[in-house]
């Protein structure tokens, strides 16, 4: 069974920063995957695709999060990451790693893997 592990949410106070980890286990390997991305949910909202990135390294953010959020991998960790700056209030949700194969079209689609989610709650 393929899963995808998040890490590193928890509380901050809005201005401040977070790092979330997606490491994933089973057999995903970074050369099946198309596209890793970040997906977020808040109570009451739809779920929402924060930031994507190829595998050739293209980077998309959705514009609430353009120029305070990150999205990067480590290939020799197998491991991809959402690096949170001057964070809001209004970032409060559960974020949910995931990824697409090599089969999916990741721009039309929706994630063949996803994380189980990790908290994330400004406030001060």
């Known amino acids: 069974q393929v899963q995808l592990v998040e890490s590193g949410g928890g509380l901050v106070q809005p201005g401040g920063s977070l790092t979330l980890a997606c490491a994933p286990s089973?057999?995903?390997?970074?050369?099946?995957?198309?596209?890793w991305g970040w997906y977020r949910q808040a109570p009451g909202k739809w779920r929402e695709l924060v930031a994507k990135i190829t595998k050739g390294n293209k980077t998309t953010y959705v514009d609430s999060v353009k120029g305070r959020f990150t999205i990067s991998r480590d290939n020799t960790k197998n491991t991809f990451y959402l690096q949170m700056n001057s964070l809001k209030p209004e970032d409060t949700a559960v974020y949910h790693c995931?990824?697409?194969?090599?089969?999916?079209?990741?721009?039309?689609?929706?994630?063949?893997?996803w994380g189980q989610g990790t908290q994330v709650t400004v406030s001060s």
């Open positions: 995931t990824a697409w194969d090599l089969s999916s079209d990741y721009e039309n689609e929706g994630p063949d893997y």
């Open positions: 089973g057999s995903i390997f970074d050369q099946d995957i198309h596209a």
